[in-house]
């Protein structure tokens, strides 16, 4: 609680950073530092103009000329605003928020909005918390929106159940947005009262309703954006988009590691459409973030196939401020942040330099050091201790009745139904592939079958399976998969690779089970030789093998997958 001595202390410091950013716009004080010389887009009005930029108590305080106690020269060169990522799970990148933000700055990304639903499947409120310190003061402000649906379906067993009432206090949290993407739209359509218990309270704290509805058309769209869903961000294609738009929904251009839907949506990026569209992620694995980019991606690759700079960089920046209600960011303009790329040109888009509020947080090829968070010590404890479950031995496996085939389908995370099967056909393709609940020892084991993932000796495990992160196992022989699942449990989390009962290949992931405490260089190194070992071992080289078999437990994505309970059939919801 604010009490009223507090509040006017902060009235009366907001006072004076105020009258110096006064001093400085009118010219009457110098600035803490001034870019001189270069050229700046407005993405208000849509002209590159030039202009000194002078910085004052972490904002802009005036374009024109000035001089400031540092000036850097910024001739022949061009002032963005930093770049903000409209959507994204953090947990994705399987490092410390410290180590993405490490990542990103050099890619001009000043602001990212997550969804920490990944980490609160397993941990529940605790992983929200947790997430809100470990973002805490990192060179990239992380705004949050709190996650609707933990878990994903009521099939799945998630290592938490949050209603409305589990993150309503949440919403007083100065960093929280509003309501992540509500993925149960057949519940908002339906007139689920559960479901939309959830919409009724982000509406009440005045916050965003973020969307996640693939194909949705007709009456349907309009139900769900008439309960208060604002945008989406599973577009595939322009018709799609459009559609939403027209209903008014903004619309997420995503760009990430699972899914790449830039090009198709390219139509969206002109006059007419792109003032409601913005820039996402998603899901952004290591390697990624090391050899292809970030936001700037999107950025650059958009300018190359023909989109207005301007408009490119508008989606990077104004689109995703104004759609969140980040008054303070967003465009190189008096009163806004300090937060600015400066680049070479529009074709190549390198990164020159990065500033954060006036900071420089990259420069000559390096980003600036900064405090790590502190993370308080039971938050700690509880996301390092996060597993539940029985050792598993080669017997848990094997079941005495035909089990359902998944039937994987080539560069899709969407499967067929494949019929039945009652034993490993490596000739055939056909594997076993188990999902083991571990978060409250329930002993629950779900075991079907799959084929089209290639494995042809060992088994690979993993406790990234989305969205409840239990553990999944697929294998050439029980033996092996029991030895690799519980050499991942022994690990406290994390990726193994095993042949003949040894590892081959492992990445440890004891944050929850699906973060990493080292740094991105390393995470990265590990992880792709535990790739080649898996894909030594079989594995088709057109998949990846952690990614595709972790979308293998996720119950919203058709046909088939396999739960903690057995394979189910998602369009029906029944277990077959």
Request: proline fraction near 4%; aromatic fraction near 6%.
């Amino acid at each position: 609680m604010i009490t009223e001595a507090c509040c006017k202390e902060r009235i009366n410091q907001e006072t004076d950073k105020i009258l110096r950013v006064v001093e400085v716009a009118s010219g009457r004080a110098p600035a803490d530092l001034v870019l001189k010389n270069g050229e700046y887009v407005n993405v208000f009005t849509g002209e590159i103009l030039k202009g000194d930029i002078a910085v004052a108590e972490g904002v802009i305080a005036g374009i024109g000329e000035y001089k400031g106690k540092e000036e850097i020269d910024v001739s022949g060169k061009i002032v963005l605003p930093g770049f903000i990522d409209a959507h994204i799970h953090l947990e994705s990148a399987i490092v410390p928020p410290s180590e993405f933000a490490r990542a990103v700055v050099p890619h001009g990304t000043t602001t990212v909005v997550t969804d920490p639903h990944e980490i609160s499947n397993v941990m529940g409120t605790d992983g929200i918390r947790y997430m809100l310190a470990a973002t805490e003061g990192i060179p990239v402000d992380v705004e949050f929106m709190l996650p609707s649906c933990v878990p994903a379906t009521p099939m799945d067993e998630s290592g938490a159940v949050l209603d409305y009432e589990a993150i309503d206090k949440l919403y007083k949290e100065p960093r929280v947005l509003g309501l992540a993407e509500m993925m149960n739209f057949p519940g908002v359509v339906g007139g689920d009262r559960n479901t939309l218990i959830k919409l009724a309270a982000a509406s009440v704290h005045g916050s965003r309703i973020d969307g996640h509805a693939p194909g949705i058309t007709g009456y349907d769209l309009n139900a769900y954006v008439a309960a208060g869903v604002r945008s989406d961000h599973e577009c595939a294609d322009a018709e799609d988009a459009i559609a939403k738009v027209r209903r008014g929904q903004f619309i997420m251009i995503r760009e990430g590691t699972a899914a790449r839907n830039l090009e198709a949506l390219l139509p969206l990026l002109k006059a007419g459409y792109s003032d409601r569209c913005m820039f996402c992620c998603d899901d952004k694995h290591p390697s990624d973030l090391l050899e292809i980019g970030h936001i700037d991606h999107l950025v650059r690759k958009s300018i190359q196939n023909g989109v207005d700079p301007i408009i490119a960089v508008r989606a990077a920046s104004l689109n995703a401020a104004s759609y969140f209600g980040l008054k303070d960011r967003g465009a190189i303009a008096p009163g806004c942040l300090a937060d600015m790329v400066v680049v070479d040109n529009f074709e190549e888009l390198n990164i020159l330099q990065v500033f954060k509020k006036g900071k420089v947080s990259f420069a000559k090829g390096q980003v600036a050091d900064f405090e790590l968070p502190v993370i308080d010590g039971a938050l700690l404890e509880h996301a390092r201790n996060t597993f539940d479950v029985a050792r598993l031995e080669p017997s848990d496996l094997l079941k005495d009745q035909p089990l359902g085939i998944i039937g994987m389908i080539p560069g899709e995370i969407i499967t067929e139904n494949s019929g039945f099967g009652d034993h490993i056909d490596i000739s055939e393709d056909i594997l076993k592939i188990a999902v083991i609940e571990r978060h409250k020892g329930t002993g629950h084991i779900g075991v079907g079958y799959i084929k089209g993932y290639g494995l042809k000796s060992g088994a690979v495990a993993t406790s990234i399976s989305h969205d409840s992160h239990n553990l999944i196992v697929v294998g050439t022989n029980e033996e092996d998969m029991a030895f690799a699942v519980n050499k991942v449990v022994e690990n406290r989390g994390g990726i193994v690779v095993a042949d003949n009962r040894r590892v081959t290949g492992e990445l440890v992931l004891p944050i929850a089970g699906i973060m990493s405490e080292d740094s991105l260089e390393e995470v990265n190194d590990a992880l792709e030789k535990a790739k080649e070992a898996a894909f030594g071992q079989g594995v088709s080289k057109g998949i990846d093998p952690f990614m595709t078999l972790s979308f293998m437990a996720l119950p919203v994505i058709p046909t088939l997958r396999v739960t903690t309970r057995g394979v189910i059939d998602v369009l029906s919801q029944k277990y077959i």
